[in-house]
């Protein structure tokens, strides 16, 4: 056995009760864990409670949190608003199997803010909305596949897992079969000529779905033309474009990226924000499209009405929380405030980066935070690095055991960013957060040169 770093002894010093958890959760859970991305050697952090833009792990160490609820807490945790929603719908009730006032309000406030949202259907994540959008897609045209964009994410289901981390030639993952994964085209986000190629080269493409500010919430990010050249190429070729709004949607700006960009798809897929942290989703669109789903719209075409179904569609604790999140965010400016704080954070990243001599860079789009691990030690002056000049390979890759200790040295220090490397903040992490964070940073680096994991 390897002796360990001193990192990894430090870490293990701090979290001895989520040691403990972790142990047993093994004998439950494959790996101990709910969530791929929770997964870390040795062992995870256990959280008890949360609030504003920190949260605080069973061995009481606090942490400033950048994980942000995988991107659905703009509001930050236990948002006043939010919790006395919660709260109120709680005492009324957990699940009616019935209509309720609340949802109404709640797609009333959708269409109000999201350009697309013509009309709304309720589901209860990311990933069901993202199929749903499919299902449309295909009963609309008549057509069966997909255009797709690679390292672009769209949940776990069959039609979505290839091209994602990996078969990027197209062979299914494991799990899924052949005959699913070949109707997906995948296309790279940024070049043009390969879009058009693709498009005429598959007359049968129902959908084109991506993520609107590039793979991975910008990781790799994509230029508003090329938006505008596919939104132009969709509707001339009668492909319905959908955005994936899950994580960008009432992020970027109330209404999304596509209030930002002013580029409109078809349908959108919505999730985490919307439901203000609780679980749910929802599927917003064209109303002729949106109509396959409607009883009347049905009977009046002559056609069968796709069917859906679905336990916590509208759930009124989920649609309350995500009314008052909703609203809060309409009227408010919390994603300029969240906007600000990925700004000035990145700014002070890069330049501690330039001062300790670590070829990395920070960078991202409206509340994203994305870390550049340089596999290719490319120079990154504090005002020279630009993404779009980049492959998109060489973003998405990260040295496994560089960002491992990474993790856990900023864990030591009290920060807890995403695997991405990165994350997102929120409209509560203040300026004494960020300088809070860029200390814990500073020490954390100061941990990996110490221990020979990089240098500078």
């Known amino acids: 056995m390897a002796a360990l770093t001193r990192i990894e002894e430090e870490f293990r010093r701090k979290t001895r009760r989520s040691a403990e958890l972790a142990r047993t959760a093994i004998d439950s859970l494959p790996s101990g864990v709910v969530h791929d991305s929770r997964y870390i050697l040795p062992y995870g952090i256990y959280v008890e409670r949360a609030a504003g833009p920190c949260k605080f792990d069973v061995d009481d160490n606090r942490y400033i949190d950048y994980f942000g609820g995988h991107g659905s807490l703009i509001l930050g945790h236990d948002h006043p608003a939010v919790r006395q929603a919660i709260a109120a719908s709680l005492a009324n009730g957990t699940h009616f199997?019935?209509?309720?006032?609340?949802?109404?309000?709640?797609?009333?406030?959708?269409?109000?803010?999201?350009?697309?949202?013509?009309?709304?259907?309720?589901?209860?994540?990311?990933?069901?909305?993202?199929?749903?959008?499919?299902?449309l897609a295909r009963a609309?045209?008549?057509?069966?596949?997909?255009?797709?964009?690679?390292?672009?994410?769209?949940?776990?289901?069959?039609?979505m897992v290839s091209g994602y981390s990996s078969h990027f030639d197209g062979s299914p993952a494991r799990g899924v079969p052949a005959d699913v994964a070949a109707n997906t085209v995948l296309v790279r986000s940024r070049d043009i000529a390969e879009l058009q190629s693709a498009i005429a080269a598959h007359p049968d493409i129902a959908?084109?779905?991506?993520?609107?500010?590039?793979?991975?919430?910008?990781?790799?990010?994509?230029?508003?033309?090329?938006?505008?050249?596919?939104?132009?190429?969709?509707?001339?070729?009668?492909?319905?474009?959908?955005?994936?709004?899950?994580?960008?949607?009432?992020?970027?700006?109330?209404?999304?990226?596509?209030?930002?960009?002013?580029?409109?798809?078809?349908?959108?897929?919505?999730?985490?924000?919307?439901?203000?942290?609780?679980?749910?989703?929802?599927?917003?669109?064209?109303?002729?499209?949106?109509?396959?789903?409607?009883?009347?719209?049905?009977?009046?075409?002559?056609?069968?009405?796709?069917?859906h179904f679905g336990t916590y569609n509208g759930n009124p604790v989920s649609a309350a929380a995500g009314l008052a999140a909703l609203r809060y965010i309409a009227t408010t400016d919390a994603c300029g405030q969240a906007t600000l704080a990925a700004e000035i954070l990145r700014r002070g990243l890069n330049e501690l980066f330039e001062s300790l001599g670590v070829p990395w860079a920070a960078y991202g789009q409206s509340s994203a935070l994305h870390i550049f691990m340089n596999p290719s030690r490319r120079p990154c002056a504090l005002d020279g690095f630009d993404p779009l000049l980049i492959p998109a390979e060489e973003l998405k890759a990260r040295p496994p055991e560089t960002l491992r200790l990474l993790r856990l040295a900023l864990l030591v220090n009290g920060v807890d960013i995403s695997g991405w490397p990165g994350g997102v903040t929120s409209a509560v992490h203040d300026a004494a957060i960020i300088d809070e964070t860029l200390a814990a940073w500073r020490k954390s680096l100061d941990m990996l040169k110490a221990d020979h994991v990089i240098q500078g």
């Open 97 to 135: 199997a019935a209509n309720h006032p609340v949802e109404i309000s709640w797609a009333e406030q959708i269409r109000a803010m999201i350009p697309s949202a013509e009309k709304v259907r309720f589901v209860s994540s990311g990933t069901e909305a993202t199929q749903m959008c499919l299902r």
């Open 207 to 307: 959908a084109a779905i991506l993520e609107p500010l590039g793979a991975s919430t910008g990781m790799v990010p994509i230029r508003t033309d090329y938006l505008a050249v596919l939104r132009d190429l969709t509707t001339r070729n009668g492909i319905v474009l959908v955005f994936d709004e899950v994580i960008t949607g009432f992020r970027v700006s109330p209404g999304g990226v596509q209030a930002a960009t002013g580029i409109t798809p078809d349908l959108t897929a919505l999730a985490k924000i919307v439901a203000g942290g609780l679980p749910g989703g929802a599927v917003v669109g064209r109303s002729d499209l949106m109509d396959l789903l409607d009883f009347g719209a049905a009977a009046r075409s002559g056609t069968e009405k796709i069917t």
């Open 140 to 159: 609309a045209t008549g057509r069966k596949k997909v255009l797709r964009f690679a390292y672009h994410y769209h949940g776990w289901q069959d039609d």
